[in-house]
């Protein structure tokens, strides 16, 4: 169990606006530091209650599943991008010339792709597309 104490902040002047914040304590220093702003009109108390672990919400620790035709575009258009950045094209106009006509992808898109191509489980799911046996 810890103790949680939401304070706000005094502030002075035309158009003050109090915030609020939550603050966790767990030792006893903590405490005696807040009590001693407090005494000091730093901050005041609005609310003060316990809370323990089993309240929070579970971690969602799940990988994201990265698609074959994601993969497969990638590499694509990551290889297009290739063969025509060494000629001295923007980006953008690789884009426009050689890539949208085919994927009709933004240029938003288009970056995210070209980071998407160093990211670990997009390069392992290309290298599983490449060892699987092709039936024709």
């Known amino acids: 169990m810890r103790l949680v104490c939401v304070v706000s902040r005094k502030r002075r002047g ?8 939550g603050v966790v304590i767990q030792g006893f220093s903590c405490i005696n530091m807040l009590l001693s702003l407090f005494l000091h009109g730093v901050f005041r108390v609005v609310s003060l209650f316990y809370y323990s672990f089993a309240c929070q919400p579970m971690k969602k620790n799940r990988t994201k599943i990265v698609g074959c035709s994601y993969a497969f575009r990638v590499e694509d258009v990551v290889r ?24 009709h992808i933004c240029e938003k898109t288009f970056y995210n792709i070209i980071n998407a191509s160093a990211d670990p489980r997009i ?3 290309q290298e599983e597309v490449r060892a699987q046996l ?3």
């Open 14 to 21: 035309k158009g003050a606006v109090n915030c609020l914040s």
């Open 134 to 136: 092709s039936l024709f």
């Open 80 to 103: 297009i991008y290739d063969e025509h950045a060494k000629s001295g094209l923007s980006n953008r106009e690789i884009l426009r010339r050689y890539i949208w006509p085919k994927y």
């Open 123 to 125: 390069i392992r799911r």
